[in-house]
C-alpha cells in the first residue's frame, strides 16, 4: 500500500479469516509494511490489533495461537470475532479506542487529531462504565 492510505492513521485493526489461512500471512504483510511508513513519534508503531474474524464457525486457531501471530506480527495485541453475530467486535474497539486516546494523551502523534480539522468529535473513555447501552443507541439516527 502507499504511504497515503497510511496517513494520520492512528491505529490500525487488521483481520483475517480464520476459514482461509492464507489471509493471516496477508495480514502479516500488511501490519510489517503499516510499520514501515507509520510510527508514532517515539519510533514506536501506532497501535494495531490482529484479529480473527468468523469465530462463530468451527475453526482450529487457539486463543494461545493468536497471541502468538499477534507477538510475531508486532500487534499489540489479538482479538476474535464475529462480524456476522457482532461476537467481539465492541472488545476490539473498546481496546483500540483506549490505546488511540492514551498515545494521543500522551502526545505520541506527529499531527494530533484534534489539530487537523474542525470536524474532530473528541473521544474518551468513561469512568463510568456502568452507562446504559440503551442511551448510546437512543443517540444514533436512523
Same mark, same amino acid.
Given at each position: 500500500?502507499?504511504?497515503?492510505?497510511?496517513? &494520520?492513521?492512528?491505529?490500525? /485493526? /487488521?483481520?483475517? &479469516?480464520?476459514?482461509?489461512?492464507?489471509?493471516? #500471512?496477508?495480514?502479516?504483510?500488511?501490519?510489517?509494511?503499516? &510499520?514501515?511508513?507509520?510510527?508514532? &513519534?517515539n519510533g514506536q508503531p !501506532?497501535?494495531?490489533? $490482529?484479529?480473527?474474524?468468523? =469465530?462463530? +464457525?468451527?475453526?482450529?486457531?487457539?486463543?494461545?495461537?493468536?497471541?502468538?501471530?499477534?507477538?510475531? %506480527?508486532?500487534?499489540?495485541? *489479538?482479538?476474535? !470475532? *464475529?462480524?456476522?453475530?457482532?461476537? %467481539?467486535?465492541?472488545?476490539t474497539l473498546d481496546y483500540? /479506542?483506549?490505546?488511540? +486516546?492514551?498515545?494521543? @494523551?500522551?502526545? $505520541?502523534?506527529?499531527?494530533?487529531?484534534?489539530?487537523r480539522d474542525n470536524n474532530?468529535?473528541?473521544? #474518551?473513555?468513561?469512568?463510568?462504565? %456502568?452507562? @446504559?447501552? @440503551? *442511551? /448510546?443507541?437512543?443517540?444514533? =439516527? =436512523?
Open positions: 500500500m502507499t504511504r497515503v492510505y497510511y496517513r &494520520d492513521s492512528h491505529g490500525a /485493526i /487488521i483481520v483475517y &479469516d480464520v476459514k482461509r489461512q492464507e489471509t493471516l #500471512s496477508g495480514a502479516l504483510r500488511w501490519k510489517k509494511d503499516l &510499520d514501515s511508513k507509520l510510527l508514532l &513519534d !501506532i497501535p494495531s490489533v $490482529l484479529v480473527a474474524n468468523k =469465530c462463530d +464457525l468451527d475453526n482450529n486457531v487457539t486463543e494461545q495461537e493468536l497471541a502468538q501471530y499477534a507477538k510475531q %506480527g508486532g500487534f499489540s495485541t *489479538s482479538f476474535k !470475532i *464475529s462480524a456476522k453475530t457482532g461476537q %467481539g467486535v465492541d472488545t483500540l /479506542i483506549r490505546n488511540v +486516546l492514551t498515545a494521543e @494523551k500522551d502526545g $505520541l502523534y506527529m499531527m494530533p487529531m484534534f489539530q474532530v468529535r473528541r473521544l #474518551s473513555c468513561e469512568e463510568n462504565e %456502568g452507562r @446504559k447501552r @440503551k *442511551s /448510546i443507541v437512543k443517540n444514533m =439516527c =436512523c
